[in-house]
């Protein structure tokens, strides 16, 4: 049962800023409060600034997200801390951002069965997600047990969202993929230009009629982060199927492909803190923009690689980026 690129403290979440160090000294850490979105004067901006690879005349955006070895977010970097390569041939960074811009986030919630006695922690997880939100953003809510319904449409009183979630009930099986296919079709609705699903779920698929290959293959098509929160029970194994036993596989497939993550739990009580982590990873990005040196309009996938430069006397970084987008056709 159970896939969607900023220094502040997001609902109890970290990020890190690391200052340059002087002679002989170890490099700083501080932590410090960063402002949310700043309205519509910045709508412009965020617009360019948009955190989801695409495609725009010749230009293509790319958001990145940095953790240290803490797996804190970690800010200050420059666009010289940066290298990007397209199917191996380094390319030249023209654009770089990192701004907080409007989101639109699509809530993909497991109700089968299964999730019985999850729910109450998955609802204050969403709740705690929801937190983190800026004015602009906005969101819809997907559950899925039998089969995928979406329940709240797009929205930015994220109150909707909690409120029918208080009355969701567990029962049926698990139509992960198809619900994974109808978010994607409803964030065609979205009207903000980053977009990203948040799957909590716990487990595998064992109802859908899309495969695994057309999830797969849609993923690499859409303009939208993943993230998943995997609720993993130790001993549980016994009696699933092989579609249940490669869902949290398939989660963290599709989540590294789009530039996101697959986040497992163990503990029903880490659920709230992994949902602060998402939160704090939708508003801490940079933003990477290039015009490919060999720009071939061959309707074919591209893969793009990136190298971090890590400043000297910085820790070890983490990059997380989108690994591809489609060409235009013409």
């Not at 803490?70 to 010289?80: A, E, I, M, P, S």
């Not at 659920?271 to 998402?278: F, N, Q, R, T, V």
Request: charged residues 25%.
């Amino acid at each position: 049962m159970g896939f969607w690129s900023w220094c502040i403290c997001v609902a109890g979440m970290s990020v890190a800023t690391f200052g340059p160090c002087a002679s002989g000294q170890e490099a700083r850490v501080s932590i410090e409060a960063r402002d949310k979105a700043r309205g519509s004067a910045d709508r412009s901006l965020a617009a360019a600034s948009a955190a989801n690879i695409r495609v725009q005349s010749d230009l293509v955006l790319i958001p990145v997200t940095v953790t240290d070895s803490l797996n804190r977010f970690v800010t200050g970097l420059d666009k010289d801390h940066f290298k990007l390569y397209e199917d191996k041939v380094e390319q030249v960074i023209t654009h770089f951002a990192a701004e907080d811009a409007p989101i639109s986030v699509g809530l993909v919630f497991d109700c089968s069965g299964s999730m019985g006695d999850k729910l109450k922690k998955s609802r204050e997880a969403v709740a705690q997600l929801l937190k983190t939100a800026n004015p602009d953003d906005e969101f819809f809510l997907v559950e899925f047990n039998d089969r995928a319904e979406v329940v709240v449409g797009l929205t930015r009183r994220s109150e909707e969202i909690q409120n029918r979630l208080a009355f969701t009930q567990s029962k049926g099986r698990t139509a992960l993929l198809d619900a994974i296919i109808l978010s994607m079709n409803e964030m065609r609705k979205a009207h903000n230009p980053r977009k990203a699903l948040v799957i909590i779920s716990d487990g595998g698929d064992n109802s859908s009629r899309y495969t695994v290959s057309e999830v797969k293959n849609r993923v690499r098509e859409a303009d939208v982060q993943i993230y998943a929160i995997g609720i993993l029970e130790l001993f549980a194994d016994r009696g699933r199927t092989p579609e249940e036993f490669a869902g949290p596989a398939l989660l963290g497939e599709i989540g590294e492909q789009t530039g996101g993550r697959m986040f497992e739990v163990g503990n029903l009580n880490e659920l709230p803190d992994i949902a602060s982590k998402i939160g704090a990873a939708l508003r801490n990005q940079y933003l990477l923009g290039y015009a490919p040196s060999l720009m071939r309009r061959d309707g074919k996938y591209h893969r793009v690689q990136l190298k971090l430069v890590k400043p000297k006397g910085w820790p070890s970084l983490r990059a997380y980026w989108r690994l591809g987008y489609y060409a235009p056709a013409q």
